[in-house]
């Protein structure tokens, strides 16, 4: 007979109190830079360096939360799966660039209880506040319908992309490395994005209603995008980031052009404004809405509740 009344009764941690341990969903991952030179660049900030890799890091990360909430929820099978293996890609790269964020500067890692084991990268995605966070506002809201959902993603990653292949001569190898393998990833995402966008505008009355409906609401913060944070100045004139202000107009150019074959037109709608406050970037600022609150409150809660686990 069992040593427990039930088989659940080896999770509840009653024999050994304090002990997390039996939360381990994985405990032989690696470091995600282990060998690669993380030196950083002569003439580089590393705290710069640091606060923009959180910046990219949490816009991938929050994105990647975002549709993931789609699985098992798409309109079919083979999308449920695209959007899933999507946040993955995402997920991916939030990893790297919170693990790159960590070594170019320690500070930004929140301190854990004495002996937790939680890796840097983990520690910066589940025990962050809301206003310790540095992604867009743009990727806050809740998804919507898929037409809104992937207009996001179509201008979301249209931005993102033109930023990793210019990413991909940083002077930062680390970045140049994870921007690499990152353009052929978001170039699929941004072009299965513009396929549906295409395809529901051009599809029936319903779906085309749904797409005229959704892009003013997509469309409120696509300003913030191209916004000029001075960490993001300072990282661009350092030659390791990029002024997303530089990418405006072949972003543009690319949305026009998804448009045009959509039979759509850019939406003429008052770009949301600053939160209270001021700020330069808003998002970048670590100024959000409360969407983000309620998003971080469901995906940190496992984590909080037992810092002692290894995830």
Request: net charge negative; proline share 7%; charged share 25%.
């Amino acid at each position: 007979m069992s040593e427990h009344d039930s088989v659940y009764d080896g999770l509840s941690g009653h024999d050994a109190p304090g002990d997390d341990s039996q939360w381990a969903f994985g405990t032989d991952f690696e470091d995600p830079l282990a060998g690669v030179d993380t030196t950083i660049p002569d003439g580089v900030d590393p705290a710069v360096l640091a606060t923009y890799c959180l910046m990219l890091g949490d816009d991938a990360l929050v994105h990647s939360h975002r549709l993931s909430q789609w699985t098992s929820r798409a309109p079919d099978l083979e999308d449920d799966i695209a959007l899933a293996n999507i946040a993955l890609d995402l997920l991916g790269q939030a990893r790297l660039l919170l693990a790159r964020a960590a070594a170019a500067d320690p500070a930004v890692v929140p301190v854990l209880p004495e002996g937790s084991p939680v890796p840097p990268e983990d520690a910066l995605a589940f025990f962050r506040d809301t206003a310790d966070f540095r992604n867009l506002r743009f990727l806050e809201p809740e998804n919507g319908d898929f037409a809104e959902t992937t207009l996001r993603l179509l201008v979301g990653a249209a931005h993102r992309l033109a930023l990793l292949q210019r990413l991909a001569t940083s002077r930062d190898p680390v970045l140049s490395a994870i921007a690499v393998k990152g353009v052929k990833e978001v170039t699929y995402h941004r072009d299965y994005a513009g396929r549906w966008v295409v395809t529901l505008a051009q599809g029936t009355a319903e779906s085309r209603r749904r797409v005229v409906t959704a892009l003013p609401r997509v469309w409120r913060h696509h300003a913030e995008l191209f916004r000029s944070h001075p960490v993001e100045v300072a990282a661009a004139a350092s030659g390791v980031g990029v002024d997303p202000a530089t990418v405006e107009g072949e972003v543009g150019a690319v949305l026009d052009q998804v448009l045009a074959v959509a039979g759509l037109e850019r939406p003429d709608v008052p770009a949301a404004g600053p939160m209270p406050g001021g700020g330069h970037g808003m998002g970048r600022d670590g100024r959000h809405t409360e969407l983000l609150s309620r998003l971080l409150a469901e995906m940190q809660s496992v984590a909080r509740a037992h810092p002692r686990g290894l995830w």
